[in-house]
């Protein structure tokens, strides 16, 4: 049996796979089992932030795992305690937790607010007030977290203690705070899934004040948004807020499963010797690799995003088969007047890889994609709308 077949045969059927075995890659070009080029517009959903095979990551993750690969959390490592000395500095935050994704980052980020609410405030606030078309993660509680009924119909009964508004609504917010006790009010600032759609700023900086008002803490989930993705390296800076808790993953292994969980100065002492744990989280060349990653994004690279989100806004809007664009950075979302899945099929054939978000294509390229890529791409995905 071929790739494909042994695939069908053997893993579970949880994807709607494309058509196309990636085998090979450097940095935004990859290549099929066929030799076929593509520009890679994907990294792996926003995972790998330089590219495939970037030589300064894999020399980082290689050398790394010719020391040790693994220790577990029982034992003191180097490169977690400076990965977390460079999250806190670049940050401003006070701790990190790390785990393996994004889902266990906002399990702990659940955590963290619920231990702090009910050591606060009492037993009974553990509410966590999340937005409708968010999404944070597959686990049950962030499955329950997340403000989408086609993701629940499953899996009911989910778990208590959650409740959803309407993004961009403050009245729904403060509403549900006064029939809830409210332990955490969570948010992505851009919504990825829920069909690439960054939050209204005067939204974010009422919630927040809200928040810090009645002692709630506020939760930014920046695992697609973070690690240079959107112009700055969180979300959250563009948006005038100071969170509580910052979750993230993604961009941030570079292409090795890794979450992150940074608790501010309200929370930092909130989780105690036995309260919370990963065997993998913090695995030594997961974060060898991660402390390449964030060590590259500087100024210089986020102002090249910048200018890369905008010279890709200003090639769509008003394009021929482009109804709308959304997103922040290069984190973008095309509504098209074809269907989304056509529109992609055709960009393969051209020799782009892109994604979905609901009904929109999703666009999420490597941070140091070079600029004639971008442009090829670009006319491939236009031509592909018309």
């Known amino acids: 049996m071929n790739i494909k077949e042994l695939d069908q045969a053997y893993v579970a059927h949880t994807y709607a796979r494309f058509p196309v075995e990636i085998v090979s ?28 095979a970037d030589a300064e990551w894999v020399a980082a993750v290689t ?3 010719g020391k040790i690969q693994h220790a577990s959390n029982l034992f003191y490592t180097e490169p977690g305690a400076k990965l977390a000395e460079m999250l806190c500095a670049r940050t401003g935050m006070k701790k ?3 785990s393996n994704s994004g889902a266990e980052a906002n399990e702990c980020a659940i955590k963290v607010a619920r231990k702090y609410a009910a050591e606060t405030h009492g037993a009974d606030t553990f509410t966590i007030l999340t937005l409708l078309k968010s999404f944070h993660g597959r686990t049950l509680a962030t499955l329950s977290a997340t403000g989408q009924e086609h993701y629940h119909e499953l899996y ?44 209204e700023p005067a939204f974010v900086q009422g919630a927040a004040a809200f928040c810090k008002a009645h002692d709630i803490l506020l939760i930014i989930d920046e ?11 969180y979300a959250y800076e563009q ?22 969980c940074l608790m501010g100065e309200k929370v930092q002492d909130v ?51 482009i109804e709308s664009v959304s997103g922040l950075g290069l984190m973008m979302g095309l509504k098209t007047a074809k269907p989304a899945k056509e529109v992609l099929a055709a960009c393969r054939e051209q020799g782009v890889l892109a994604l979905t978000a609901k009904e929109k294509i ?19 995905i236009k031509n592909a709308c018309q």
């Open 25 to 52: 890659g450097r940095g935004s070009e990859v290549y099929d089992s066929e030799g076929k080029r593509y520009i890679d517009f994907t990294s792996g959903i926003g995972v790998t932030a330089f590219g495939a």
């Open 63 to 65: 050398a790394q795992l």
């Open 96 to 98: 990190v937790f790390f």
């Open 156 to 199: 009911q009964p989910l778990l208590p203690g959650f409740v959803h508004t309407p993004a961009n609504d403050l009245d729904a917010l403060m509403a549900a705070a006064k029939e809830h006790k409210l332990a955490a009010v969570m948010m992505e600032c851009v919504q990825g899934e829920g069909g690439v759609t960054a939050l």
């Open 223 to 233: 695992v697609q948004t973070g690690n240079g993705r959107t112009g700055t390296l």
């Open 239 to 260: 948006f005038g807020v100071e969170p509580d808790v910052v979750t993230t993953a993604k961009g941030l292994g570079g292409g090795l499963p890794l979450g992150a």
């Open 271 to 321: 989780l105690q010797p036995g309260d919370h744990g990963s065997t993998y989280g913090g695995n030594p060349a997961a974060c060898a690799g991660a402390l390449n990653v964030l060590s590259r994004i500087d100024d210089a690279l986020l102002a090249e995003v910048r200018e890369k989100a905008a010279f890709l806004r200003d090639a769509f809007t008003g394009a021929a088969g």
């Open 362 to 380: 999703r666009l999420l390229p490597a941070l140091n994609i070079p600029m004639p890529l971008v442009k090829e791409a670009a006319n491939v």
